[in-house]
């Protein structure tokens, strides 16, 4: 088998991507729509994401609806999708301790109707955003691999996001089904906006642009499998053609750890921001201290490897803010409780 199989594969196919306005997601639907897919349709309600990130493409349809819309779910299934990402979530950790019930009903009830409608549809593949930041645990040895599961979780997040592998499975067993579960670590690039519930790296990204210290929870010794989207991307094409991906989990991450602090200084060193780090105490529900994955289980099953150098993906990432500005600035998701040190008005690096 020719190794670019898997990207010819998704030529002529029609595909429905969740949440796909999303970072990963609208990398994922760029990638599909370059590879040629007859239709690639997004369904996103725009709860978390931006319109204007969904690749302006001939053969990208948008939808915008909820994944527990009965209505929009045929409206997307009636295109006849023959294969399924859901991507869709509440995200993230701090989100679901906030709103618990919102993340039981987006994460929970959100991936079984879009297993039963995918079922009903008799799809050919049906593809999981998991979370290998959630599954373990913090209790799991390093690397982290696919053997090791707690039922020790720190937020509803982290329940939701087994739940829905829990119900994959029965899908996969009941219904045959053909579930892939891919279980993401720390994704980080382009398409990842800065907000309140946000992740690590755009926030880190959006400050230092404006010259502000960058805040870290906890001693900064902490680390993180931070994960091109390139790679993530790369990984769930793989997951969508390979036959012996059904039915499995696998991590899909760098395979190496970073310190939080080393992160910050790389971060402020590409901007050429001044203003250093500052420290604040860590939040109760982050009790990992560090996190490393295994990535042989994704080789073996899909050929998975992660090319991109960290420091070139932050450049990536970096560029992209440059490039969006305006719209990041406009959209970046910060309550009112956050402090304004940490919501500045004045880009720094014009």
Not at 43 to 65: C, K, M, Q, T
Not at 145 to 171: A, C, R, V
Not at 259 to 270: E, G, T
Not at 296 to 315: C, V
Request: negative net charge; glycine residues 10%.
């Amino acid at each position: 088998m020719n190794l670019s199989d898997y990207q010819a594969f998704y030529r002529g196919k029609i595909i429905l991507v969740t949440g796909g306005a999303g970072a990963i997601g609208s990398n994922l639907v760029r990638a599909l729509g370059d590879l040629e897919a007859r239709l690639v349709i997004v369904l996103d309600d725009l709860s978390s994401a931006v319109r204007w990130n969904v690749p302006h493409l001939p053969n990208v349809l948008f939808v915008e609806g909820s994944i527990l819309d009965e209505v929009e779910l045929k409206r997307v299934f009636f295109e006849g999708p023959e294969l399924v990402f859901h991507l869709a979530a509440l995200f993230a950790n701090q989100n679901s301790l906030d709103h618990p019930e919102t993340d039981l009903l987006v994460n929970g009830l959100g991936a079984l109707k879009m297993l039963q409608y995918s079922a009903l549809a008799r799809v050919r593949r049906f593809v999981y955003a998991s979370s290998g930041c959630s599954i373990y645990g913090s209790a799991a040895p390093l690397p982290l691999t696919e053997e090791f599961m707690s039922l020790h979780l720190s937020t509803p997040y982290q329940i939701t996001k087994m739940l829905g592998e829990l119900y994959g499975n029965f899908f996969h067993h009941h219904f045959d089904l053909p579930v892939v579960k891919a279980r993401f670590f720390n994704s980080y690039g382009p398409g990842e906006l800065p907000g309140q519930y946000r992740n690590v790296i755009p926030n880190f990204i959006y400050w230092a642009m404006q010259g502000q210290p960058l805040p870290i929870t906890g001693t900064g010794e902490e680390t993180r499998d931070f994960t091109y989207v390139g790679d993530v991307v790369d990984g769930l094409l793989r997951a969508g053609f390979f036959e012996a991906a059904v039915g499995q989990e696998f991590n899909l991450a760098s395979g190496q750890e970073t310190r939080i602090i080393d992160l910050a200084h790389l971060i402020n060193a590409q901007v050429g921001n001044p203003a250093g780090v500052t420290f604040a105490p860590k939040r109760k529900w982050d009790t990992k201290s560090r996190l490393l994955a295994s990535v042989d289980r994704a080789k073996s099953l899909i050929g998975y490897e992660p090319r991109t150098p960290f420091e070139a993906g932050l450049g990536h990432a970096i560029a992209w803010f440059r490039e969006n500005w305006d719209a990041i600035h406009a959209a970046a998701g910060f309550g009112p409780g956050v402090s304004s040190a940490v919501r500045p008005a004045s880009p720094a690096w014009k």
